[in-house]
């Protein structure tokens, strides 16, 4: 049975290696647009963009697997019951062979319908038809080869292995196309030959597999009802995914402006690298939280969660002031030279940042939530989500084009924000609220304690060199803001906390 420790232990692992593919992902999140910006274009940038997301919601009809066969794994590796994961593992394969083909039929779709709604002045209808199909090929990799290895090692706490075959991807995804696009190859082309870095990332969790899991049957008959939470997980996943995809979903059939999604995905590419930063510390938590919720363990799972939403809420604030501050003059730098769209825009980064920060604000409690399996009891909640981030951006975005797309995330994340607030507490943790919402109010207070002490620092960045001494000398204060306010308005789990990651270090 694992103690705290060894969850820790493996906590540690993940958060080590994840931190070093978010490493690997943010650097790649911003030479591959920069690539596509200076060697083709803002329109070409914002139709890979745009094609790209409605992949990612074409996705969705694997929506659910993963999160329901992952909650499926927990008992039967937490018994070591080999027959029994083998029947949930084989479950999971048949379903998600059914999704790839359907997934292919939709990609197929995409391929002869988008050339027919959007124009664009530098590919033909062609190149723009064999382009979706060469992006879409990446996901149906996945669902054929990827996908069963990736429930797996997630449920057992390995999301370690997955971060580092997935750092190969990333590495030599990139390099493939900034050595391709030096020598001008054509986009479609570039892309094709940049799903070699898939099949080297299938090909490594493959042979780990095999041999860390020598028992496992993939062949074993499929368990009925293994995946019974896949329906009510489909549902949130789906909802989900329309909300954090809305965005440039609605500005190119709403607005139907492909520079203004390449605008957009400059500012997402930097709060989507934030993401991943807070990712590092929440990666495979999941996992051993609902480890402790299947053992029962509630002292545990109390004082365990709440020194995780402090260390959470305490990063989050840290890294969030700071991209307020110096994300404008980053975006000065990154798009120099750049004239064929207008890229500096003062109201979107500061409301893409707001956004981020709101939308992580609630990341403990749906952390929590995945962890204890509750895809239907937050159905409700969810579809309201969606439907003001559909509805209302779609009338915003109509009349504020970015503005007014950023201001529904922000309304629809707050909404969330405070439906979870109740939630959580009632369902799971059994915690008082108002512990959380002191931390809310605290991670508040120093946000904007940050934000104006540092617009009296003068910020002279003139480089990438000049920005990234600024940024460090902005995180610096603000780390010892938020450390000082959390070690004396909530020193018992400052201190546990503290504990935790000494005896995570010295593991």
Not at 14 to 25: G, H, K, M, P
Not at 287 to 308: C, H, M, P, T, W
Request: proline share 3%.
């Amino acid at each position: 049975m694992p103690d705290k420790f060894s969850r820790t232990k493996r906590f540690a692992y993940s958060a080590l290696t994840t931190a070093l593919y978010q490493v690997a992902l943010f650097l790649a999140g911003f030479i591959t647009p920069k690539v596509m910006l200076v060697y083709y274009s803002s329109e070409i940038n914002g139709l890979v963009t745009s094609i790209t997301q409605f992949i990612t919601y074409f996705n969705l009809v694997e929506a659910g697997l993963s999160g329901a066969a992952v909650y499926a794994l927990y008992k039967p590796l937490a018994e070591k019951n080999f027959q029994e994961i083998s029947a949930v593992v084989a479950s999971a394969k048949k379903f998600y062979f059914q999704a790839g083909y359907v997934f292919l039929a939709l990609i197929a779709t995409l391929a002869i319908a988008y050339p027919l709604f959007l124009e664009s002045q530098t590919l033909s209808s062609l190149d723009i038809a064999l382009l979706a199909l060469v992006l879409g090929v990446n996901s149906v990799l996945e669902f054929f080869t990827l996908a069963k290895y990736r429930a797996l090692l997630s449920a057992d706490q390995k999301t370690y292995i997955i971060s580092l075959a997935s750092i190969v991807h990333v590495v030599l995804n990139t390099v493939i196309i900034y050595v391709l696009a030096r020598f001008n190859v054509d986009v479609v082309t570039l892309r094709a030959v940049a799903l070699i870095s898939i099949f080297a990332r299938t090909f490594l969790l493959m042979l780990y597999v095999k041999k860390r899991y020598p028992l496992l049957d993939y062949k074993a008959a499929p368990k009925p009802n293994a995946l019974e939470k896949r329906w009510d997980a489909m549902y949130m996943q789906v909802l989900g995914a329309i909300h954090s995809g809305a965005s440039i979903v609605i500005l190119t059939v709403v607005v139907r402006d492909l520079l203004l999604v390449s605008v957009f995905s400059v500012y997402n590419m930097i709060i989507t690298g934030l993401h991943g930063i807070m990712g590092i510390f929440s990666s495979g938590l999941s996992a051993g939280f609902g480890d402790v919720i299947v053992r029962n363990e509630k002292a545990v799972l109390q004082k365990s969660y709440q020194e995780f939403e402090l260390g959470y809420l305490s990063l989050m604030t840290v890294v969030y002031a700071v991209a307020m501050v110096t994300i404008m003059p980053f975006i000065k730098i990154y798009t120099e030279g750049i004239t064929d769209a207008e890229y500096y825009a003062p109201v979107v980064g500061a409301l893409i940042v707001v956004n981020g920060f709101f939308f992580n604000l609630k990341s403990p409690q749906s952390m929590i939530l995945i962890a204890a399996g509750l895809y239907k009891e937050s159905r409700v909640q969810t579809t309201i989500q969606g439907a003001l981030m559909v509805v209302l951006g779609c009338i915003l975005g109509y009349f504020y084009k970015i503005e007014g797309v950023l201001l529904t995330c922000i309304i629809s994340n707050l909404y969330r924000d405070v439906d979870l607030l109740f939630f959580i507490p009632k369902r799971v943790t059994q915690l008082p609220i108002t512990n959380t919402l002191k931390r809310w109010g605290w991670a508040a207070v120093n946000f904007i304690a940050i934000i104006g002490l540092c617009a009296v620092i003068p910020a002279t960045v003139a480089g990438y060199l000049e920005w990234a001494l600024y940024a460090c000398l902005v995180t610096a204060v603000a780390t010892a803001i938020v450390a000082a306010n959390a070690a004396i308005f909530d020193r018992q789990c400052f201190l546990g906390l503290a504990r935790r990651v000494k005896a995570m270090i010295k593991k």
